[in-house]
């Protein structure tokens, strides 16, 4: 059978931008840019004799209590979220020699060499009722006080903001010497 | 010296397509590689706090999250649910839904993991609070609180 030749027709790519243009903007409409941020927080492991309590001096313990009506108490008085902060810095920063504040321990560190560290530890308590909001809020505000205080360290030895660090060892370091010690105590009801 | 002829008529050039192919498809490829689709359909609504110092969540692959919210249809109520996955949980499942996560990553990442605990901002605590013991008790330590970028409530 003697078959001719087809000539196969070229294919007609104008509409080619048409639904490339379709794919676009299925993507463009499918897209999330949003990263997740958040708080980065470690839970302790589950105590395994409840009756055995550690003991940690009094002054090397700032306690924060949220009630269920969203309202503060710092160390047994009424304490404000505006101030929260400032008061957290103070009792994180590593002061020698001061009676009341928490105690302090000197250590060795490769590149920020000897330290003073602070061995306080924020305890923070909160109700059933205590809404997240506000949680957060005194979360954050904790955390505030620590990146500050990170920060003042990272300008003092490196002469850079501590989030704008990128040497990795310098990083480490500077959180050791001033760890973030939030304590969250076994759930328990607050008046 | 070049005379400026005024040539009456000088016609412009049609400007060429044949190249808009080629530009789109270069934007569908950013678009493709920057896409991340939405994997679940939130069945609580989901107003996160507001905090100053959030951090951003690095690894996406390895974090797992648990949605805790009022019910967006009217006809469960109004009480504060758990969502995991794409339905509504309990207290105790959170276990069984840690390890699953687990189980889904290669074993060099399971330390690594982290669970994101994405929480209505009038939730009350006390769920809060549970779904934390849950996952002491799992061994999930990681956790991050999420939140949006802004100043905080009750300032």
Not at chain 1, 36 to 54: A, F, H, K, Q, Y
Not at chain 1, 73 to 86: E, W
Not at chain 1, 98 to 107: D, H, S, T
Request: include cysteine; proline fraction near 5%; charge should be neutral.
């Amino acid at each position: 059978m003697a078959r001719k030749k087809k000539k196969v027709p070229e294919i007609n790519a104008s509409s080619m931008a048409d639904i490339s243009f379709l794919l676009l903007i299925f993507f463009l409409v499918t897209t999330t840019m949003d990263t997740d941020s958040g708080i980065t927080r470690r839970l302790p492991p589950p105590v395994e004799n409840p009756e055995m309590d550690v003991k940690v001096k009094e002054r090397n313990i700032m306690n924060v209590m949220i009630n269920k009506y969203d309202k503060l108490l710092v160390n047994g008085r009424p304490g404000d979220i505006a101030t929260l902060k400032d008061q957290a810095k103070e009792f994180a920063t590593p002061q020698p020699g001061k009676e009341n504040a928490p105690e302090v321990e000197y250590k060795d560190f490769e590149l920020l060499g000897r330290v003073a560290t602070n061995k306080g530890v924020i305890s923070l308590k909160n109700d059933r009722g205590t809404s997240y909001m506000m949680y957060i809020s005194v979360q954050n505000e904790l955390a505030r006080a620590f990146n500050e205080l990170r920060d003042e360290m990272a300008m003092q030895y490196f002469h850079q903001h501590f989030t704008d660090l990128t040497d990795k060892d310098k990083i480490d370091e500077i959180s050791k010497a001033i760890p973030v010690r939030i304590s969250e105590a076994e759930p328990e009801e607050i008046k | 010296m070049a005379k400026f002829k005024p040539d009456g008529k000088k016609e412009v050039p049609a400007i060429s397509t044949g190249s808009m192919p080629d530009i789109i498809f270069m934007l569908i490829f950013f678009f493709m590689v920057t896409t991340s689709m939405r994997e679940v359909t939130l069945r609580v609504k989901m107003i996160l706090p507001q905090a100053t110092e959030v951090q951003k969540l690095e690894k996406k692959s390895l974090v797992s999250f648990i949605y805790i919210g009022p019910p967006t249809q009217a006809k469960y109520g109004t009480e504060s649910r758990l969502q995991l996955d794409d339905q509504y949980a309990e207290v105790s499942d959170v276990i069984q839904f840690i390890e699953k996560e687990r189980q889904a990553r290669n074993e060099a990442d399971r330390p690594l993991l982290t669970t994101s605990l994405k929480v209505h901002e009038e939730v009350r605590m006390g769920l809060v609070t549970d779904v934390k013991q849950e996952l002491r008790k799992c061994g999930a330590f990681r956790i991050t609180y999420s939140a949006r970028k802004g100043e905080t409530a009750g300032k």
